[in-house]
């Protein structure tokens, strides 16, 4: 196989993994951005990126990236990049139809030479078990002999502006050691903090599912942690600030895990065990108490409302950020959504303010409004959700001003320092 410089890249979804891979090769080689929705590859056309993770300059600099959302305009291209999410369904199993329909879509494209990498979270296996045969079949090409693959999956973090994708080292792998070669070199050429080569994709595909799972672990015990230092009358912060001076104490916090991957990925690693006859325990009972922490917010809320002799009955209650984490834009899979549905299950009047989210976006996929203007003393509750710069820089005076004169401040994120809310996590 001839090596990775003069080959012509087409990175396949451009969402908070895609658009910046696709940036970065585009600084120095052709590459075209495919995405399936013509709004977004209008946009992007405009120069604007509504997640953020890339300014429009940088944008407006990149001049070998083109956009396009037509399937015959990247038929010319030598490597394909998928980046589609890989979410699960209502019974926690993994879906693969984004993962799917774009190998199915490739297959119709696709040509002898040809280098497909998949950058998608997936259970080891998946690239070669469910991928392959899709490219096969609509292709009528024979893998490692007429087309080839990869795998080296993304570690964005979205919206941090520190450890952005070069700074990252990658995982590469490939279906053949000489592939595995040119996957490596492809990637080495933007990532200036290396890349790892993997022995084979199995091991790629399985090392990036571990990250996430043990992540969401280390979180689950400082949950656990937390309800527990709750119900003894024990800040968890100062717990966590004592523990923390010992060199080898991991330095996590207890909140509400969402977003794409930390609350997701677990999950296609149980599945694939459960297939392979394997129980998994520890990482399902770290998910059950992550999963329901939404719930055990509200319950602490409701509590300390009817410790101050506040009528829970149609109380209201505003909810600071909805977003899954701080200063980003992301609502996938935001937890946040499961405290204010316990809220209103009290009969509880709730107002979610967060002027990172999309509008329109939180409406299609959460069925709720979102608030313009945030009134002075209206309050009986105030939530700090989500730890967004601008409610660290507001303050305990401008928060606590939101509310009337009785009412309780709920710091889920640790946003103010200790003593200034009514309650924490």
Sequence with gaps: MSGSKNKRIAIIGLGYVGLPLAVEFG??????????????????????????????EDLASCSGLSYSSKLEDIKDCNVYIVTVPTPIDDANAPDLTPLEKSSSMLSK????????????????????EVCIPILENGSGLTFNQDFYAGYSPERINPGD???????????TSGSTPEVAIFVDELYKSIITAGTHKASSIKVAEAAKVIENTQRDLNIAIINEFAKIFNIL??????????AGTKWNFLPFKPGLVG?????????????????????????LSGRRINDGMGQYTATQLVKAVAKKKIHIDEAKVLVLGFTFKGDCPDVRNTKIIDMVKELESFNMNVDVYDHWADKSEVKHEYDIELINELKNGYYDAIVLAVDHSDY??????????????????????????????????
Excluded: M
Aim: proline share 3%; net charge negative.
């Design 27 to 56: 600084k120095t080689r052709s590459v075209i951005g495919f995405d399936i929705n013509e709004k977004r590859i209008a946009e992007l056309e405009n120069g604007h990126d509504f997640t953020l993770e890339i300014s429009d």
């Design 109 to 128: 494209v696709i040509s002898k030479g040809d280098v497909v990498i998949y950058e998608s979270t997936v259970y080891p296996g998946a690239t070669e």
């Design 161 to 171: 502006k520190v450890n952005t994708l070069t700074k990252i080292k990658k995982i």
């Design 233 to 242: 009358g024990i800040d968890t912060q100062e717990v966590l600030d004592a």
């Design 259 to 283: 977003g794409h991957c930390i609350s997701v990925d677990p999950y296609y690693l149980t599945y694939k065990a459960k297939e392979v006859g394997y129980q998994p325990e520890v990482i």
């Design 392 to 425: 660290k820089e507001w303050g305990e005076k401008k928060i606590r001003s939101l509310g009337k004169e009785n009412h309780v401040l709920y710091d889920v994120k640790y946003v103010l320092p200790f003593g200034q809310s009514d309650l924490r996590l």
